[in-house]
């Protein structure tokens, strides 16, 4: 039989999607009430109280801070503490707001629709205070400090790589320098299922609450946390999620007060995200600003690289810090030998909504840096930017390699992706000349995925491990079941993981079931499905206890034919003598086995194996991304013609479901480089609070994206898979603003920001023509 990994194998679950017969949050119907949140108005300001109606229709229930406080004594955990981060938790509701939107209150009702109607007619009291929006406006002095404690508006700074006076050293003998500043717009996830969450307090004092997470564990953990409730007073399950992105990864204040009603009110309350509230106060990303010096020499040899940012937390740190921030700095070598790199930034807060965790993490932000330092002396030294590239890639004879900021790459082959990438784009036809100005971008990458092991989580400040558990369980008639810690919302761990398992046991994959997202069976995982993890790690652990499971099942086959359990091959749902027709069907030995007949010594009845797989270290996957863009001149409008993209993820469990996951991921990066971008006005009001306003990307947005793979395996996970799911949106944000300025140098070198919609372009096109114009003849 041929084994399964590797194979296009259809996903198990499309016919329910497909057909809609998932069972998201709303679809659960298992509430006895409804809710709607009481949200701050204002940007900023001093809570006085909020004023209920005096006729509430009967059965409505109104917590305000008081309420919500008393039923809600702890705190929220923030979970990377990075250096002199001041902010190690954050409360429900302090005595002041910091974004609008902020949850201050919540109504309970028959009906959602009550709710809402109760909403409307409560008042929030807020002294206002002064606003601030912009990061670098909250640096300056006198700006209003969200925190005045503090005395500053900074929250942590961070560091990597080389120190000041090697890197200054390194720029002062280099042939030249160029620096510009990149700015990367503030966006939103969008998940398609919004965030709902279902709590039920039980009669016998437990707490079962339904929610759609990623993470169902560190949600459970959260809610023990900010109730001071021991955890196996909580149940946590997750029932189809809808799509995560990172705004799923933790536990919300708004969802913490829907547990404070529930368990106050003694009754099952449900609350639905609407899209309003999931454009406004779920968590938001990126927002940043980079300043970028590059160091290089006259034959393009690339020596320095030195960054200095500022990232806008928002009103208050989500759940992973300054971490994204960290991460950007701390990947920014890519593929590339440098003399020095190094990068140091400030996390500031303002009077908006929370950045937080999305796909990509920092290293999006990263690959847009490197790579566009890299286009600018390509440009300035007149070469082709992928031969510039290659000429200072690591090799694959000189992998394993550690960069400047001390990450050692594994193994792969850099510049043989670069090179294909450059013959697929470089071969495709011709475009007609219909008046639009063509440009090709690229964009190299190592990702750092499969984050772990937990003592390297504990060395950088991140207060989870980096393991992940799996237990694999043979019934009596030889079914299997997968019980893993992480859980699937889109990914599909349910067809990827029965590949990886049914390849071990040597059964059908039909046999073999993914159980995840309850806190009661499932193995624990402080992650969850994050950080182009979850194969890697998580398969990772599975593989290995599958491992475990196949050498009992070849132990009692031996015993049963009277053969060596090293001669004995597991496939096709038997177990066979090598080079014999003597066989047994592996579900006579798993009957056997949970009757306790006919074991080995030492063996003992029944078919489990658990595994907790803590990695050796952390894998890299890496990618080229090309892309040919046509910008109308008299419009702006961009056009992404072609894409291509070669990347080694190492074992490709499913090639289907990698290319789904990359060309998701390509969306995701063009989204945020054209058109994509959460904004407010100069008071905190969100002004893309609608999808008439956050435009994303459609359908008709996107190339056909040509993909060509590696497959080089990972030397340090059970099967060899890298992790890859945020490799797309990477690659895409930084290929496609190359592409446009590589058709449109007018946009001007020295500042760049996105996204670069058609407005923007229009106007730096007209603002040339204009100067060209004025310039004497």
Same mark, same amino acid.
């Given at each position: ?165 090697? $890197? ?55 809610? *023990? ?17 809808? &799509? &995560? ?58 020596? &320095? ?46 009077? $908006? ?9 920092? @290293? ?96 950088? +400040? ?18 299997? /079941? ?36 309850? $806190? ?74 949970? /009757? ?64 789904? @996951?990359?060309? +998701? ?69 930084? *290929? ?14 020295? /500042? ?14 007209? +603002?040339?023509?204009?100067? /060209? ?5």
């Amino acid at each position: 039989m041929s084994p399964l990994v590797g194979q296009r194998v259809g996903r198990v679950n499309d016919a329910k999607a497909l057909r809609g017969r998932g069972r998201y949050i709303d679809d659960l119907h298992l509430a006895e009430a409804h809710a709607a949140i009481v949200r701050s108005p204002v940007a900023h300001g001093v809570i006085r109280g909020i004023d209920v109606p005096d006729d509430l229709p009967t059965g409505v229930a109104v917590l305000g801070p008081q309420e919500l406080n008393a039923a809600a004594p702890g705190r929220f955990p923030v979970l990377w503490w990075l250096g002199d981060q001041t902010q190690h938790h954050t409360e429900l509701i302090g005595d002041r707001v910091r974004y609008v939107g902020q949850p201050v209150g919540i109504v309970v009702a028959a009906s959602r629709y009550e709710a809402e109607d109760v909403v409307d007619r409560i008042e929030v009291t807020v002294d206002e205070l002064d606003v601030v929006i912009d990061p670098v406006a909250a640096l300056e002095p006198g700006a209003p400090l969200l925190y005045p404690d503090l005395g500053t508006n900074v929250l942590c700074t961070v560091e990597t790589g080389d120190d000041a006076a090697h $890197t200054d050293a390194v720029f002062a003998t280099a042939d030249r320098t160029l620096s510009t500043t990149l700015r990367i717009g503030r966006v939103n996830g969008l998940p398609m299922e919004t965030r709902g969450i279902v709590a039920e307090p039980l009669p016998d004092g437990r707490l079962v609450v339904h929610v759609s997470t990623q993470a169902a564990h560190a949600v459970r953990d959260g809610i *023990c946390e900010v109730f001071e409730i021991p955890q196996h007073m909580v149940r946590v399950v997750t029932p189809d999620v809808g &799509g &995560g992105f990172g705004l799923k990864d933790h536990l919300y204040e708004d969802e913490a007060m829907v547990i404070a009603a529930a368990r106050s009110l003694g009754r099952s309350v449900s609350w639905t995200e609407d899209r309003l509230e999931s454009l406004t106060v779920t968590t938001h990303a990126r927002d940043e600003i980079h300043d970028i010096d590059v160091a290089f020499d006259d034959d393009g040899t690339l020596r &320095g690289l030195r960054v200095s940012s500022v990232r806008n937390a928002g009103g208050r740190f989500a759940v992973f810090g300054g971490g994204p921030l960290f991460t950007a700095l701390g990947v920014l070598p890519g593929p590339y030998r440098w003399e020095a790199v190094r990068g140091v930034g400030r996390v500031v807060a303002t009077n $908006t909504m929370s950045t937080g965790a999305y796909r990509g993490f920092g @290293q999006t932000q990263a690959v847009a840096i490197r790579e566009r330092a890299v286009e600018l002396v390509a440009r300035e030294l007149g070469v082709h930017p992928a031969d510039l590239r290659a000429q200072n890639m690591i090799t694959a004879g000189q992998l394993p390699y550690e960069v400047r900021t001390h990450l050692v790459y594994d193994n792969g082959d850099y510049p043989e992706a670069l090179r294909r990438a450059r013959a697929m784009i470089e071969d495709a036809p011709t475009p007609p000349d219909d008046g639009r100005r063509r440009g090709t971008g690229w964009a190299s990458y190592v990702q750092l995925a499969g984050v772990g092991p937990s003592v390297i989580n504990e060395m950088i +400040g991140v207060r989870i491990g980096g393991f992940e558990s799996a237990e694999i369980r043979m019934d009596p008639d030889g079914s299997v /079941r997968i019980f893993s810690g992480v859980s699937p919302h889109g990914q599909g761990h349910e067809t990827t993981f029965a590949q990886l398992v049914a390849d071990e046991l040597g059964v059908e994959m039909d046999a073999v079931t993914l159980v995840t997202g309850d $806190t009661d069976s499932a193995p624990y995982s402080a992650y969850g499905t994050a950080a182009s993890r979850s194969i890697a790690v998580g398969g990772g652990a599975a593989v290995s206890a599958s491992r475990e499971l196949a050498d009992k099942l070849r132990r009692i086959a031996a015993e049963h034919l009277e053969a060596n359990p090293a001669d004995i091959e597991l496939g096709g749902g038997t177990a066979t003598v090598v080079g014999s027709q003597v066989s047994v069907p592996i579900a006579e030995l798993a009957r056997l086995a949970w /009757r306790g007949l006919g074991l080995p010594d030492g063996d003992v009845p029944g078919l489990t194996a658990a595994h907790s797989y803590d990695p050796a270290s952390a894998t890299f996957s890496y990618a080229t991304h090309a892309c040919r863009v046509a910008v109308d001149p008299d419009t702006g409008a961009v056009e992404v013609e072609d894409y291509v993209v070669v990347q080694d993820c190492g074992t490709m469990v499913n090639p289907t479901i990698v290319e789904g @996951q990359i060309v +998701g991921g390509i969306a995701q990066g063009l989204g945020a480089a054209l058109m994509e971008r959460v904004s407010y006005d100069e008071h905190g009001q969100p002004t893309a609070a609608t999808l008439l306003d956050y435009h994303t990307p459609v359908s008709a947005s996107m190339p056909d994206v040509r993909i060509d793979h590696l497959e080089i395996p990972s030397p340090y996970t059970p099967g060899g898979m890298k992790g890859m799911g945020e490799g797309g949106t990477n690659g895409a944000y930084s *290929c496609v603003l190359n592409a446009v300025y590589d058709a449109v140098p007018e946009l001007g070198a020295r /500042r760049i920001e996105s996204p670069l919609t058609a407005p923007v372009i229009w106007e730096a096109l007209q +603002g040339a023509y204009a100067h /060209r114009r004025d310039e004497p003849s």
